[in-house]
C-alpha cells in the first residue's frame, strides 16, 4: 500500500463471519476501506448454516437474539416486521420465535445488499498466502492484499475409520452439509444418522418434511439428543456474589455448579439454568483454566456441557419425541468403531461386538475440531509456511486478543487477522451468532485501528438464550 492509498482488505469466507467483518468495515470506517471477499463451495452471504434452502430448519436461538449487531440488539426483530409473515405478529411472541434459518440468510443478504455495493466479490477457493500478503487462488489467479481476513468456518466432520473407502458408496454421505437427501431409499428402508447432536436433528426434521416413513437409527457414545428451550426461573444465587467463577479452576468450578443443579431439581426447576448463567463467563473462565484443565474439560465435562448447552426450538424437540415415540427413531449409545461396505449397504461397527446396516448412512458427527488435521489446502499450506500455528488444545489457531495471527515463531502477524470456529481453543465458545456478532465487529475496529469497543465484550444481554 502506498502513503495514499486505501488498504485492500481480503476476507477469505463469505459466510455470516466474513460478511459482517465487510458489514462493520463499511458501518464504522469514516471512508471504507477497499475491500475484497472471497468464497467458495458455500452460498456467499449466507455460509453453511444459513444457506440451507429447507424452511424446516429453525434458527437455535430465538429472535431477540439474533441481531447482527452487539449495538443494535433488536436489529433482527426490527427486519422481520419487513416481512408479510410477521409484520402483524405480536412484539413479545415475535422474540422468542425460532425463525427458518433460510429467512435468517436472507436477512444477511439485505446488510450485504444495504452495506456492500462497493465490495468486490470473488467466487473462488483462497489456497495459499504468502509472506508479502499474495494469496493465490485455485485457478492460479494471485490478489494482493494489505490485510486478510480468515473467516473460513467450520469444516465438515471428521472421517471415521473406514470411510475413506465408502466415498464413492451410494449408501454413504460423509458430509451433512451436501444434499443427501437426494439419495434417499425407499421407506422399507433404514437411515443411519452418526451423531446425535444438531445436524442429526436437522436430519431427522428433513426426513420427516419429506415424509420419509422408513426407520431411522442414531448412534453416539452417550446418546443424548439436545434438550428443548425453555423458560428458567428467577435464580439469583448462581453465581454467588462473592465468588468471581474465573477464580476458581475446573474442579471447584464443577463442585459448585453441581451444587447448584442439585438445588435447582430439588426447586423442581431445570438444572441448565447453570449453564445459561455460565455463558457472560465462559470465555473467561477457558482463557483461566490450566491447559491440563482445558483437557480434562474436554475429555470429560464437554459432551454434558454440549448437551445442556445447545438447546432447539421446543416444536423441532416436539417432532423428534414423536419419532421416538412410533418408534421410527431409535437411539443407541455406544462408541462408533468403523465403518464398512455392505453390498448395496453400509455396515456401522459398534462398541459391545454390535453393529447396525443402513441404506443411507449419514456421518453428523459434527464440525471436525483436530486443527491440523484440517482438509483445507489453504490451512495446511499456512501451517507448513509457519504463518500459523495451533493453540495449546489443537482445536483452533494461536491469536493475539485484538484478533491478529501469532505465527509459528511466537510473532503477531502484520497481515492475518482470524475470527470464528477457528478461534475454538482460545474461546471454547465460538460458534453462535451471539459470539461472532462480537468477533466481528471487534476485527474490523482492529483492522481500522479503532481500538476495541466495550459493546462487543460478550455481555450479560448478549447471552440470554
Ligand atoms: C447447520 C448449522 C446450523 C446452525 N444454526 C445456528 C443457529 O441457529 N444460531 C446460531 O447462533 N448459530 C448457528 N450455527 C452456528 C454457525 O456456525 C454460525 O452462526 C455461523 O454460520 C458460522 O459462520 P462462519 O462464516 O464463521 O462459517 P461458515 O458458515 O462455515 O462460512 C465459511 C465460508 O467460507 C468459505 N471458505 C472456507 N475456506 C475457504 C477458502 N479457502 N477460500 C474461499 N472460501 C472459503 C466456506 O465455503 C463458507 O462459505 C449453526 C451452524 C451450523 C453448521
Known amino acids: 500500500m502506498n502513503a495514499t492509498s486505501s488498504p485492500h482488505i481480503v476476507i477469505l469466507g463469505g459466510g455470516y463471519s466474513g460478511t459482517l467483518v465487510a458489514v462493520n468495515l463499511v458501518r464504522l470506517a469514516a471512508k471504507p476501506p477497499r475491500i475484497t471477499i472471497i468464497n467458495a463451495h458455500r452460498p456467499a452471504g449466507r455460509g453453511v448454516a444459513y444457506g440451507t434452502r429447507r424452511m424446516e430448519h429453525l434458527l437455535n436461538v430465538a429472535a431477540r437474539n439474533m441481531s447482527a449487531f452487539p449495538d443494535q440488539p433488536d436489529h433482527f426483530v426490527n427486519w422481520l416486521r419487513t416481512r408479510a409473515e410477521y409484520d402483524l405478529v405480536p412484539d413479545y411472541e415475535l422474540r422468542e420465535r425460532f425463525i427458518p434459518r433460510m ?10 445488499h ?8 470473488v467466487k473462488g477457493e483462497a489456497i495459499d498466502i504468502q509472506n508479502d500478503g499474495t494469496i493465490t487462488l485455485a ?8 490485510r486478510i481476513v480468515l473467516a473460513t468456518g467450520n469444516e465438515a466432520p471428521a472421517d471415521l475409520l473406514g470411510a475413506e473407502s465408502l466415498a464413492a ?18 421407506d422399507t428402508g433404514t437411515i443411519i444418522l452418526l451423531g446425535t ?58 463442585t459448585l ?39 480434562t474439560f474436554a475429555r470429560h465435562h464437554a459432551a454434558r456441557w454440549n448437551i445442556l448447552r445447545h438447546r432447539i426450538a421446543p416444536e423441532i424437540h416436539a417432532q423428534i419425541a ?87 515463531e511466537g ?12 478461534l475454538r481453543g482460545t474461546y471454547w465458545e465460538t460458534i453462535a451468532v451471539p459470539e461472532l456478532r462480537g468477533q466481528a465487529k471487534r476485527v474490523a475496529e482492529t483492522l481500522l485501528g479503532l481500538g476495541t469497543s466495550t459493546e462487543s465484550q460478550p455481555v450479560m444481554m448478549e447471552f440470554m438464550i
Not at 458408496?169 to 425407499?186: D, R
Open 139 to 146: 485457478d492460479g489467479s494471485e490478489l494482493k492484499a494489505d
Open 197 to 254: 447432536g444438531l445436524t442429526t436433528v436437522d436430519a431427522i426434521i428433513t426426513l420427516r418434511a419429506l415424509g420419509w416413513l422408513g426407520r431411522i437409527h442414531a448412534v453416539s457414545r452417550h446418546g443424548w439428543l439436545p434438550n428443548a428451550h425453555f423458560r428458567g426461573i428467577d435464580y439469583p444465587d448462581f453465581p454467588p456474589a462473592e465468588v468471581d467463577l474465573a477464580d476458581l479452576g475446573l474442579e471447584k468450578l464443577v
Open 114 to 121: 444495504h452495506h456492500l455495493n462497493e465490495v468486490n466479490h
Open 257 to 295: 455448579m453441581e451444587h447448584h443443579c442439585a438445588r435447582l431439581r430439588e426447586m423442581g426447576a431445570n438444572p441448565a439454568i447453570i449453564v445459561d448463567k455460565m455463558r457472560p463467563h465462559t470465555q473467561r473462565i477457558w482463557q483461566r483454566f490450566t491447559l491440563e484443565e482445558k483437557k
Open 322 to 408: 414423536s419419532a421416538q415415540l412410533t418408534g421410527q427413531l431409535q437411539i443407541h449409545a455406544a462408541n462408533i468403531e468403523r465403518v464398512e461396505s455392505a453390498g448395496e449397504r453400509v455396515r456401522v461397527l459398534l462398541s459391545d461386538q454390535k453393529h447396525l446396516e443402513g441404506d443411507l448412512v449419514l456421518n453428523a458427527t459434527g464440525p471436525q475440531t483436530h486443527f491440523t488435521a484440517t482438509k483445507s489446502v489453504l490451512l495446511q499450506n499456512l501451517l507448513r509456511r509457519g504463518l500459523i500455528t495451533p493453540d495449546d488444545m489443537e482445536m483452533g489457531i494461536r491469536i493475539q486478543p485484538d484478533h491478529t495471527i501469532v505465527d509459528r
Open 169 to 186: 458408496h451410494p449408501a454413504w454421505a460423509g458430509n451433512p452439509w451436501l444434499p443427501w437427501h437426494e439419495k434417499l431409499p425407499p
Open 411 to 422: 510473532n503477531p502477524s502484520p497481515h492475518l487477522i482470524a475470527l470464528g470456529p477457528l
Open 103 to 112: 429467512i435468517y440468510g436472507d436477512y444477511l443478504k439485505s446488510l450485504a
